[in-house]
Nanobody
């Protein structure tokens, strides 16, 4: 069992930065690949970024490549999403999730989800 709690969301102007954190409970955190997804109003939840259990590999959706960076600290059971050069279209609720086998890009691959944190980017 892995419990996930996101933090760090908020309101930021276009071009600004935010750093999201996802704190995980349980000693098995390091066994899981981790991912960040987002869901904008009226849209389906979409994959944003994923990172392997070791942190040695990562993947991003095309729209955030070069702007977002996913990282993890297994000693602190935490995964991060550094978001730079934010755009209004990045506005969404951001969710972290744990994937025993991944990191996958599909929601169905993930076993545990957090409650989400709101990110709003004003123009």
């Amino acid at each position: 069992q892995v419990r996930l709690v996101e933090s760090g969301g908020g309101l930021v102007q276009a071009g600004g930065s935010l750093r999201l954190s996802c704190a995980a409970s349980g000693r098995t955190f390091r066994n899981y690949a981790m991912g960040w997804f987002r869901q904008a109003p009226g849209k389906e939840r979409e994959f944003v970024a994923g990172i392997s259990w070791s942190g040695g590999s990562s993947d991003y959706t095309n729209s955030v490549k070069g702007r977002f960076t996913i990282s993890r600290d297994n000693a602190k059971n935490t995964v991060f999403l550094q978001m730079n050069s934010l755009k209004p279209e990045d506005t969404a609720v951001y969710y972290c999730a744990a994937d025993r086998l991944g990191p996958g890009t599909r929601m169905a691959a993930y076993d545990y989800w957090g409650q989400g944190t709101q990110v709003t980017v004003s123009s």
